[in-house]
């Protein structure tokens, strides 16, 4: 899609990384442009609420038992901006970076420049970074697919793929996420702390490291090189 000038919000998420219950009883998806401003803690009234599935629907103890039948990342599929599904094997042979995003953190202005420095450094030795907007830190990501899409295009001039915006915690989180967070757990349970955690995985779409969102981009070259097999 074409590229054009996007207005942006500029408070800042909290410096504090708090960790995020992992039982979320109700998942939130804003219809808001990114031109709305609204204070942290306020009553977000223009917030829809999605029915979440009670913990005797059968269908959510078949979604968990096809997730940890899975063995790589291979083994997924997402949809990107417009809907569309997108196997992940397409990727296979390629090393990985995936990472939450949000377009109001305050860690968006540092790790954008740096993911589109990696790429554009590695891209033709066989990095990929997956990028995939949430908005379940304090509502940093409240814009639509189309809207989060144009801003990367305009103010970061991403060319790695950012998908459609997923949950990443709780029992709406995309299966990619719940294979994530199980192949690698953080320092405080596998539940996503923050916006911009990283996943690195290896050639064979195993998952080798998982880095807090206060872990920039560049400081994870070495592990990205290694992982290349780059010198």
Known sequence: MSCSSVRVL????????????SKILLAKSCQISLNYTNPIGSKRSWFSTRFCANKQNPILGIRSM?????QSVYDFSVKDAKGQEVDLSQFRGKVLLIVNVASQCGFTNSNYPELTTLYQRYKDQGLEILAFPSNQFNGQEPGSN?????????????????????????????????????????????SIKWNFTKFLVNREGKVVDRYAPTTTPLSIEKDIKKQLGVA
């Not at 096809?66 to 899975?70: L, M, V």
Request: net charge positive.
């Open 66 to 70: 096809a997730t940890q039948s899975k």
């Open 146 to 190: 189309e809207e989060i899409q144009e801003f990367v295009c305009t103010r970061f001039k991403a060319e790695y793929p950012v998908f459609g915006k997923v949950d990443v915690n709780g029992k709406t989180a995309d299966p990619l996420y719940t294979f994530l967070r199980s192949s690698k757990g953080g320092l405080l349970g596998d």
């Open 10 to 21: 500029s408070n800042l998420c909290t410096q504090q990384i708090t960790k995020i219950p």
